[in-house]
């Protein structure tokens, strides 16, 4: 055993010596970094926004379709043409085009790409809480942290114009949400990883906080939200998106939103779901693996959703 216990110990130092990370900066470091950060890229650069005579916008988006399914691309710019808000909602690489262009910060992150409005919301934790929290990351990618920033604070104003909501409070909306995040990542700042790690904002902590604000209209209508998107579940997705054949439920049929791989032009679809299925299961946890084995493969469709990632 005691053999056992040493190699054991040899193998888990050799493994730590290949992993060991340095220790984080200190919290006073890591603000003096980002002080000296301003010296390269002032605060007052990051207000403009140089557009180049050439700019073509419609280019740069018709440059996408070349990777698109053909047949879907009238859709997705049928979806932008809706309102200014939607157009912006699809024209991620435009907006990635214009901040190329102008100043930019040292400070890189993991970027979402595309952190408008509408890619906030609740969702369901792996413990079936309800959180608020960033969706989509079809648009990731490594860049300066106020790209995110900037897309989220536009989509704020674009979305309050086609509110008709008036320009004095587009503007508090606009330096409410940035605000928000600053203070966030201030608070996020003086945190050990492992706090980090596990924050999350549940809708129950943001219900506590309205109530004890005594916003009782907001929390009133926070807490129907909570329980509509609660109801909205996966049962309810299955009884709405198939139906009964031969004992088993296969997904109904709604071209071209909704078109089942059976009806899909002859190609190797069906004998690439099976990798990628497995490749998926390679990417989980052992215990979500656990449970997705207790599953089977029943039916596959290809589903239209959103606006940007419309034909990918």
Excluded at 63 to 92: C, H, K, N, W
Excluded at 107 to 128: V, Y
Excluded at 159 to 177: F, I
């Amino acid at each position: 055993m005691s053999g056992k216990i040493a190699r054991v110990e040899v193998q888990a130092t050799h493994s730590h010596s290949r992993t060991s990370v340095e220790p984080p900066p200190a919290v006073s470091e890591r603000a003096a970094s980002g002080r000296a950060a301003r010296s390269e890229c002032p605060r007052s650069s990051l207000s403009a926004l140089p557009i180049a005579d050439d700019r073509d916008p419609m280019g740069l988006l018709e440059a996408q379709d070349a990777t698109r399914v053909p047949e879907l691309v009238p859709i997705r710019y049928g979806r932008m043409s809706v309102s200014p808000f939607a157009f912006f909602r699809g024209a991620a690489t435009v907006m990635a085009h214009d901040l190329g262009a102008g100043a930019r910060t040292p400070l890189q992150t993991q970027l979402c790409g595309d952190a408008h409005l509408m890619n906030f919301g609740g969702f369901a934790s792996p413990e079936r809480d309800l959180v608020f929290d960033l969706n989509d990351f079809d648009e990731t990618l490594p860049g300066p942290f106020e790209w995110d920033v900037k897309r989220l604070a536009a989509s704020v104003e674009i979305a309050g114009r086609g509110r008709a909501v008036k320009k004095s409070d587009r503007t508090n909306a606009v330096l409410e949400s940035v605000n928000a995040y600053r203070c966030a990542i201030t608070r996020f700042a003086a945190m050990g990883n492992l706090a980090v790690w596990y924050a999350r904002l549940d809708v129950a902590a943001i219900l506590g906080e309205l109530r004890a604000a005594h916003d009782r209209k907001l929390a009133k209508s926070l807490a129907r939200t909570a329980a509509k998107a609660e109801s909205n579940d996966n049962m309810r997705a299955l009884s709405t998106l198939t139906r009964e054949v031969d004992g088993e439920p296969r997904i109904v049929s709604e071209p071209p939103l909704i078109v089942p791989l059976a009806e899909l032009a002859a190609g190797d679809e069906e004998a690439v779901i099976p990798a990628v299925l497995r490749s998926y299961r390679r990417s989980l946890p052992e215990d979500r693996r656990v449970l997705l084995d207790r599953f089977r493969r029943v039916d596959v469709a290809r589903k239209v959703v959103g606006v940007g990632s419309v034909g990918t």
